[in-house]
């Protein structure tokens, strides 16, 4: 059975720390391994990654993948209060399988 | 351009009734998926389509449960004789295509709350 374990499954900083999560996944198929950033509504998509050691980028947002070790992580840089959110990451073999998620909160 | 609309956005229900939750992807995408997400989970795969075309309904829950998107565009959720652990968040999500680089773009949901 597809799997994808997110930890921790809830975080707790300050403004300004910086913040790494982590996704690990068990795939049959797996094709790509992507990041979901969800608040109150639907989650807006972050990032796709599909080749090992290659960083995405998006301004204090950063990912990659490790295709051997089977996870990825998430890295958010200077954090905002704006970055609290549920974080989603999910492995793609057509079908997407979710992680639980992990909840940031971030204190002024 | 428009995102992924789903309707009704919140749908209140008697156990027994059916429902149908309509789901309008983005205009030419290709792929269409059904998603349910309960409360501090994240969402679980129910169905998908490539165009009219059902490509894999291994994630309903049971037979009550059947989708449709009989032309390749609006899609249909529908759930017979609704049960109250049927609630929950119920996402839409498309995309261009199945390949590598195709990232899905999910809809608002429907929050359905049977009584």
């Known amino acids: 059975e597809d799997k994808v374990v997110q930890s921790p499954l809830s975080l707790v900083v300050h403004e300004g720390d910086t913040v790494t999560l982590n996704c690990s996944y068990e795939v049959t198929n797996f094709r790509s391994l992507l990041w979901y950033k969800q608040e109150k509504k639907a989650p807006t998509f972050l990032f796709m990654l599909t080749s090992s050691g290659i960083e995405k980028k998006s301004g204090r947002l950063s990912s990659i993948l490790d295709k051997k070790e089977l996870f990825s992580i998430l890295n958010i840089t200077a954090t905002q209060t704006g970055d609290s959110a549920i974080y989603l990451c999910a492995a793609h073999d057509e079908k997407l399988t979710f992680g639980t998620g992990t909840r940031l909160t971030i204190i002024p | 351009g428009a995102g992924v609309s789903q309707s009704p956005r919140y749908k209140v229900t008697k156990r027994g009734q059916d429902v149908a939750l309509r789901c309008d992807p983005i205009s030419g995408h290709v792929s269409l998926y059904w998603y349910r997400q309960a409360l501090g989970q994240g969402p679980e795969f129910l169905t998908y389509f490539n165009y009219e075309a059902q490509q894999d309904k291994s994630g309903l829950p049971n037979d009550r449960f059947s989708a449709e998107r009989p032309e390749g565009s609006i899609s249909t959720l529908t759930i017979q004789r609704t049960e109250q652990r049927d609630s929950a968040m119920y996402r839409c999500?498309?995309?261009?295509?199945?390949?590598?680089?195709?990232?899905?773009?999910f809809g608002p949901g429907t929050r359905l709350t049977v009584t």
């Open positions: 999500a498309s995309s261009l295509g199945t390949g590598n680089s195709y990232e899905q773009y």
